[in-house]
């Protein structure tokens, strides 16, 4: 790679790692990012550019381990390795991340939904686990909370403070039978 490094113009040696890149070539991609700096230090931008290269094509190296059985991570690490090297990133992968956060957000209203339907389930016996249903929906996905919401957040706060009220008042009376 060395002496064809040298004789290859910078425009090829960015296709050379595109290509190693999108096949998940992560080292040959990093051979040309070294070649880049090696033979064209004087279009490239120093040790500056290489590093944001090489991190992100590490990033991009992770997400690809990750793919298979964490994909939210992988997600992750493929946005932090656009955002370090857009220009080198494989269009393949930029559809894969549409499809990963389409499938994420899915996810996050499926559960959403799921944690309000227990908890206007638990509003019957039990407010206080149910009121905690509807915050945990609201702090996974606040984009999905609606009025209606609200409402039975209302709701089940009144019933819990009623609850604490009728059970401060059991103990007094209960005390007051003792004595």
């Known amino acids: 790679l060395e002496k064809e490094a040298g004789d290859d113009s910078l425009a090829l040696l960015v296709e050379k790692a595109k290509m190693y890149l999108g096949a998940g070539k992560i080292q040959d991609a990093l051979a040309c990012y070294e070649a880049m700096h090696l033979y064209h230090r004087d279009v490239v931008d120093e040790e500056a550019e290489l590093s944001r290269r090489v991190a992100a094509a590490l990033l991009y190296k992770q997400g690809l381990e990750l793919l298979e059985y964490a994909p939210e991570q992988a997600l992750n690490k493929f946005e932090a390795s656009y955002a370090l090297d857009p220009e080198f990133f494989p269009k393949e992968i930029m559809r894969q991340m549409t499809t990963l956060r389409e499938a994420k957000e899915k996810q996050r209203k499926v559960r959403f939904i ?32 609606t009025e209606n919401h609200t409402k039975w957040v209302q ?10 009220e009728r059970a401060q008042h059991d103990s007094v009376r209960h005390l007051e039978q003792q004595s």
Do not use: I, M
């Open 155 to 164: 709701y089940l706060q009144k019933l819990v403070a009623l609850q604490k």
């Open 114 to 145: 799921g944690l309000c339907r227990e908890g206007q389930h638990l509003s019957k016996t039990d407010p206080a686990r149910a009121l905690g249903k509807f915050n945990l929906a609201y702090r996974l996905a606040p984009q999905f909370w």
